[in-house]
């Protein structure tokens, strides 16, 4: 744990909220873009990061100093929003498949493909990884976006997703080929509307 | 086509995490295979487009956003949150009142159970009353009490059940054995009307049953006329005995005890399933009843053990030997041992020589007659002189004591002892003793 961040912390269980505020800024953009890539929804992840600081927040004098202070605040908000996509899952799946049975979302307006303008590009293929990803269950989905998004070792990904690094070198394995399985199939589909 | 095996190998070798001589394996096989170039390609492919997707990022007023929610919820850290939980009363005030309730939680209960036996007799007389007849409660009732009770209430009527065995308790059953045996009948009649389930509790009246010790000497000491005596006196004194005798091995002891008891012209009866722990050398404690053994006779018994203790193994001798008059509770215990109703202990009828007369007499001349053809029979006096009776083998049983067997009413052995005991003869004794292992 960065000295700074211990000395936040000190300060936040003296009564100073500012301190947690200054935890808040740093930590902020990171947890949020996981936090969004895992859930697909900015306003959903917007509150799940929140709940996260507020969880963190009133629970600090519990944070063991065992661990960098982010990959404890990473577990609170990881495992909420992995719960959350478990929750919707359940509700898509009692309401229907809102991509198609077993189809590869098609992205949301495949004759943008074909506009040469590079924005326009990265907006598509961040769809397409976006939609793939969503396809993913969503412990799967968590730990590749902790290894390529977050650049996170095995050992640090187990300790926030509470599982042994065999469990996480075997489900980066099979996420990486789910994956790989799914955007061929996307790549596929869009040539052939081609 | 790649195994799961290497496909493994390979997306490890993309994150970076496989190790030194891993890592070279791995680009080995690169080397050599292009469907694994191809398949490393792939991964890396994807990697680098989740890398490449945009980084979101949360608004500068993020932080304030929370810090707000943490006032609008009032929300306390760790550490305030632990002041606010702090307890109002001083820890004291707790251990203090932890104490009190464990105090009043075993006074209650020592009194309670203190308090439950009295209760509980109080409530059985209280129903004995009203159930029994008048000269039951004449029995019950000293005579003091009831000159100054005329009209028994319920209470009263309780308080006179304890006086009775005090009574009994402090006279003795020597001096008075028909208070002894009132006070028993007592306690079973209570038992019986109770309509409670009988407890430990209830016995309270057995267990002051107190017995006089008659006499405790060693065998070993028996030569001498003093205690031979004394020994002799005491048997006199009763008709029926209880004796304690303890050995090392009980095995031997039995060994020892039969080889004396045939001797002076008792059979032991050895019940089947003693025999066998007998045999087996198990440890185990042995019972021997007998109801046919004169004073003279068990004097004389106790006196040969005493002898063939002296030439014994010191390490295989007898303790010492502890003489007490039979009380109810040991007449239970044969009847326990023996398996069969109290009411039917006493032996059948029997005329001289050992004659059944509630047996027709032709029953016996067909015994005697196939005795006879067998060889067994009495042999054919001599002429001019005259057939001395003979009496019945006489014979002592031995059960297991401890582990006292299951279903002693099944044992052939205690069935045939039954079958065949004589009626008690005159100056006979009833002797139950126990040799137990030390």
Same mark, same amino acid.
Not at chain 2, 59 to 76: C, M, N, T, Y
Not at chain 2, 99 to 113: C, D, M
């Given at each position: 744990m960065s000295g700074d961040d211990d000395r936040l912390i000190a300060d936040?269980?003296?009564?100073?909220?500012?301190?947690?505020?200054? #935890?808040?800024?740093?930590?902020?953009?990171?947890?949020?873009?996981?936090?969004?890539?895992? *859930?697909?929804?900015?306003?959903?992840?917007?509150? !799940?990061?929140?709940?996260?600081?507020?969880? @963190?927040?009133? +629970?600090?004098?519990?944070?063991?100093?065992?661990? $960098?202070?982010?990959?404890?605040?990473?577990?609170?908000? !990881?495992?909420?929003?992995?719960?959350?996509?478990?929750?919707?899952?359940?509700?898509?799946?009692?309401?229907?498949?809102?991509?198609?049975?077993?189809?590869?979302?098609?992205?949301?307006?495949?004759?943008?493909?074909?506009?040469?303008?590079?924005?326009?590009?990265?907006?598509?293929?961040?769809?397409?990884?976006?939609?793939?990803?969503?396809?993913?269950?969503?412990?799967?989905?968590?730990?590749?976006?902790?290894?390529?998004?977050?650049?996170?070792?095995?050992?640090?990904?187990?300790?926030?997703?509470?599982?042994?690094?065999?469990?996480?070198?075997?489900?980066?394995?099979?996420?990486?080929?789910?994956?790989?399985?799914?955007?061929?199939?996307?790549?596929?589909?869009?040539?052939?509307?081609? | 086509?790649?195994?799961?095996?290497?496909?493994?190998?390979? =997306?490890?070798?993309?994150?970076?995490?496989?190790? @030194?001589?891993?890592?070279?394996?791995?680009?080995?096989?690169?080397?050599?295979?292009?469907?694994?170039?191809?398949?490393?390609?792939?991964?890396?492919?994807? @990697?680098?487009?989740?890398?490449?997707?945009?980084?979101?990022?949360?608004?500068?007023?993020?932080?304030?956003? !929370?810090?707000?929610?943490?006032?609008?919820?009032?929300?306390? %850290?760790?550490?305030? =949150?632990?002041?606010?939980?702090?307890?109002?009363?001083?820890?004291?005030?707790? !251990?203090?009142?932890?104490?009190?309730? #464990?105090?009043?939680? %075993?006074?209650?209960?020592?009194?309670?159970?203190?308090?439950?036996?009295?209760?509980?007799?109080?409530?059985?007389?209280?129903?004995?009353?009203?159930?029994?007849?008048?000269?039951?409660?004449?029995?019950?009732?000293?005579?003091?009490?009831?000159?100054?009770?005329?009209?028994?209430?319920?209470?009263?009527?309780?308080?006179?059940?304890?006086?009775?065995?005090?009574?009994?308790?402090?006279?003795?059953?020597?001096?008075?054995?028909?208070?002894?045996?009132?006070?028993?009948?007592?306690?079973?009649?209570?038992?019986?009307?109770?309509?409670?389930?009988?407890?430990?509790?209830?016995?309270?009246?057995?267990?002051?049953?107190? *017995?006089?010790?008659?006499?405790?000497?060693?065998?070993?000491?028996?030569?001498?006329?003093?205690?031979?005596?004394?020994?002799?006196?005491?048997?006199?004194?009763?008709?029926?005995?209880?004796?304690?005798?303890?050995?090392?091995?009980?095995?031997?002891?039995?060994?020892?005890?039969?080889?004396?008891?045939?001797?002076?012209?008792i059979k032991l009866l050895i019940d089947k399933a003693a025999l066998t722990?007998?045999?087996k050398g198990l440890k185990t404690h042995y019972a021997l009843y007998s109801?046919?053994?004169?004073?003279?006779?068990?004097?004389?018994?106790?006196?040969?053990?005493?002898?063939?203790?002296?030439?014994?193994?010191?390490?295989?001798?007898?303790?010492?030997?502890?003489?007490?008059?039979?009380?109810?509770?040991?007449?239970?215990?044969?009847?326990?041992?023996? %398996? *069969?109703?109290?009411?039917?202990?006493? =032996?059948?009828?029997?005329?001289?020589?050992?004659?059944?007369?509630? $047996?027709?007499? +032709?029953?016996?001349?067909?015994?005697?007659?196939?005795? +006879?053809?067998?060889?067994?029979?009495?042999?054919?006096?001599?002429?001019?002189?005259?057939?001395?009776?003979?009496?019945?083998?006489? *014979?002592?049983?031995?059960?297991?004591?401890?582990?006292?067997?299951?279903?002693?009413?099944?044992? /052939?052995?205690? /069935?045939?002892?039954?079958?065949?005991?004589?009626? $008690?003869?005159? %100056? @006979?004794?009833?002797?139950?003793?126990?040799?137990?292992?030390?």
């Amino acid at each position: 744990m960065s000295g700074d961040d211990d000395r936040l912390i000190a300060d936040c269980l003296k009564g100073q909220t500012a301190a947690f505020g200054e #935890l808040v800024r740093r930590y902020q953009d990171r947890l949020f873009n996981t936090v969004f890539r895992l *859930v697909d929804s900015a306003e959903d992840a917007q509150d !799940v990061v929140q709940e996260a600081f507020l969880h @963190a927040y009133q +629970s600090l004098d519990r944070f063991k100093r065992e661990s $960098q202070f982010f990959t404890w605040l990473y577990r609170i908000a !990881v495992n909420s929003a992995i719960s959350l996509k478990r929750k919707q899952r359940i509700v898509v799946s009692l309401h229907g498949d809102r991509e198609g049975q077993g189809g590869v979302p098609e992205p949301h307006d495949v004759s943008e493909l074909s506009q040469p303008d590079l924005v326009l590009e990265r907006a598509d293929e961040e769809r397409r990884i976006q939609a793939a990803l969503n396809r993913l269950s969503p412990e799967h989905r968590a730990v590749l976006i902790l290894k390529d998004l977050e650049d996170q070792k095995y050992e640090t990904m187990a300790e926030i997703l509470q599982v042994p690094i065999g469990t996480i070198r075997s489900r980066l394995h099979r996420a990486r080929l789910e994956l790989r399985e799914v955007l061929e199939k996307t790549t596929q589909k869009i040539e052939g509307r081609r | 086509m790649l195994s799961d095996q290497v496909r493994q190998l390979l =997306a490890t070798y993309v994150d970076g995490e496989l190790p @030194a001589r891993q890592r070279e394996a791995a680009s080995r096989l690169l080397e050599q295979s292009a469907e694994a170039r191809e398949f490393v390609r792939q991964l890396e492919a994807d @990697a680098a487009a989740l890398r490449r997707l945009p980084r979101r990022q949360l608004g500068p007023e993020f932080p304030q956003k !929370v810090l707000s929610v943490i006032d609008d919820r009032r929300l306390h %850290g760790a550490r305030r =949150a632990k002041l606010a939980r702090s307890p109002i009363y001083p820890a004291w005030i707790g !251990v203090a009142a932890a104490a009190a309730v #464990l105090f009043v939680v %075993g006074v209650g209960a020592t009194l309670y159970f203190y308090s439950l036996p009295e209760h509980q007799q109080k409530v059985a007389v209280a129903r004995n009353d009203t159930n029994q007849s008048a000269k039951t409660s004449d029995l019950r009732t000293p005579r003091k009490e009831k000159e100054n009770s005329p009209a028994p209430t319920k209470e009263k009527s309780a308080q006179p059940k304890s006086s009775a065995s005090k009574d009994v308790a402090e006279n003795g059953d020597k001096s008075n054995p028909a208070a002894n045996q009132t006070a028993l009948e007592f306690t079973t009649d209570a038992n019986v009307s109770m309509e409670t389930a009988p407890t430990r509790r209830l016995e309270v009246f057995k267990e002051l049953e107190q *017995v006089e010790l008659a006499l405790s000497l060693a065998l070993r000491d028996l030569d001498q006329p003093r205690l031979q005596e004394r020994l002799r006196e005491t048997l006199k004194d009763d008709k029926a005995f209880h004796l304690d005798l303890t050995c090392a091995s009980t095995a031997k002891g039995l060994d020892r005890l039969q080889a004396v008891f045939q001797v002076k012209g008792i059979k032991l009866l050895i019940d089947k399933a003693a025999l066998t722990r007998w045999q087996k050398g198990l440890k185990t404690h042995y019972a021997l009843y007998s109801e046919d053994v004169t004073p003279e006779e068990l004097t004389a018994i106790l006196q040969a053990l005493g002898a063939d203790d002296k030439k014994a193994d010191p390490k295989q001798r007898f303790n010492k030997i502890i003489i007490n008059h039979l009380t109810p509770a040991n007449r239970g215990e044969i009847c326990t041992l023996l %398996g *069969v109703d109290p009411r039917n202990m006493a =032996a059948k009828p029997k005329g001289p020589l050992g004659v059944d007369i509630t $047996q027709p007499l +032709s029953k016996k001349t067909e015994e005697q007659l196939a005795d +006879s053809l067998a060889g067994k029979g009495a042999p054919r006096p001599a002429p001019g002189k005259a057939v001395a009776p003979k009496g019945p083998d006489r *014979v002592a049983l031995i059960l297991s004591y401890n582990p006292v067997r299951i279903s002693p009413a099944s044992s /052939k052995e205690v /069935k045939q002892f039954l079958a065949t005991r004589p009626g $008690q003869r005159p %100056g @006979a004794l009833q002797i139950l003793l126990v040799l137990r292992g030390s």
